[in-house]
C-alpha cells in the first residue's frame, strides 16, 4: 500500500488492516489473521501489529479476545458517542450551547426522519406509538421518570424504515444527553404532563398524515429540551 505523504505510520497500519478486512470480506464475527499472519502479511512488526488492532478496538472495529484471537468488530457508534460526550463535557462554560447543537443535529435528523416515515406508518404502529405514550402518562402520574419510554418511542418511530443505522444514531444522541445530564447533576424535567403531550401530538398529527403538523410537533418537542438543559445550566428550575 502507498503511503499517503505525512500520514502518520500507526495511521497508515491501522488503515491497511482495515483494508485487509474489506479485502478478504470478513463480516463482523469473523475471525481476523493471525498477529504473525498480519506481521507478514504488512511487514511490519509485531509491536506495531498490536499497537494498531489496540488502536482499531477503541473505535469498535475489530475485537480482541485474549486466550481466543482477535475478530471483526460491530463498528458501532459507540466511539461517536463517547467523543460527543467528552466534547460536550469539556465546555464548562457554555454547556447548554454546546449540548444545544447536539440536540439541533438530532431535531434535523427526525424531522427529516418523520416526514419519510409518516407515508408508511400503518394504524397499527401507530397504535404501538400510542400505547407508549399512555405509558408514559402513566409513569409521569406515578412520579416515575421514563426517559427509556422516551427512547423507545423515538426507536419505533422510525422502525418501518428498517434502517439499521437509524436507531443507532438515535441512541448515540440519546446516551450523549443523559450522559451530560447525569454528570451535571440535572433533574428530570418538573412537567412531565408536557413531554407526554408533545409526544402525543406528533401521534395525533400522524394520524391525520398531516406531515407539516407532525414536523412542528417535533420541533416543539426539541425546543422544550433546550430549553429545559439552558435552564438547568443557570441553576434555575
Do not use: C
Request: charged share 30%; hydrophobic share 40%; glycine share 8%.
Amino acid at each position: 500500500m502507498r503511503r499517503m505523504s505525512g500520514e502518520p505510520r500507526n495511521s497508515r497500519i491501522q488503515r491497511e488492516v482495515v483494508q485487509l478486512i474489506l479485502d478478504r470480506k470478513l463480516q463482523p464475527g469473523a475471525a481476523l489473521p493471525t498477529e504473525a499472519e498480519l506481521m507478514e502479511d504488512l511487514g511490519i512488526s509485531r509491536n506495531s501489529v498490536r499497537e494498531a488492532l489496540k488502536a482499531l478496538q477503541a473505535l469498535d472495529i475489530v475485537e480482541i479476545r485474549h486466550g481466543y484471537g482477535t475478530y471483526v468488530g460491530r463498528a458501532s457508534l459507540t466511539p461517536l458517542a463517547d467523543g460527543l460526550t467528552f466534547r460536550t463535557l469539556t465546555r464548562h462554560e457554555d454547556d447548554a450551547d454546546a449540548l444545544a447543537e447536539i440536540l439541533q443535529v438530532r431535531e434535523v435528523l427526525e424531522e427529516g426522519l418523520i416526514h419519510r416515515v409518516s407515508a408508511i406508518l400503518t394504524e397499527p404502529e401507530l397504535d404501538r406509538l400510542e400505547a407508549v405514550v399512555n405509558r408514559m402518562e402513566e409513569a409521569g402520574r406515578a412520579g416515575r421518570p421514563f426517559p427509556e419510554l422516551d427512547r423507545e418511542f423515538h426507536e419505533l418511530l422510525y422502525a418501518s424504515l428498517g434502517n439499521e443505522l437509524v436507531p443507532q444514531l438515535l441512541g448515540a444522541f440519546w446516551t450523549v444527553f443523559h450522559r451530560v445530564a447525569g454528570a451535571r447533576g440535572w433533574t428530570e424535567d418538573p412537567a412531565p404532563d408536557i413531554t407526554v403531550g408533545r409526544h402525543r401530538d406528533i401521534v395525533t398529527a400522524l394520524r391525520a398524515r398531516d406531515v407539516e403538523g407532525a414536523q412542528r410537533a417535533m420541533a416543539d418537542h426539541f425546543r422544550g429540551i433546550e430549553a429545559r438543559a439552558a435552564q438547568e445550566s443557570r441553576g434555575v428550575g
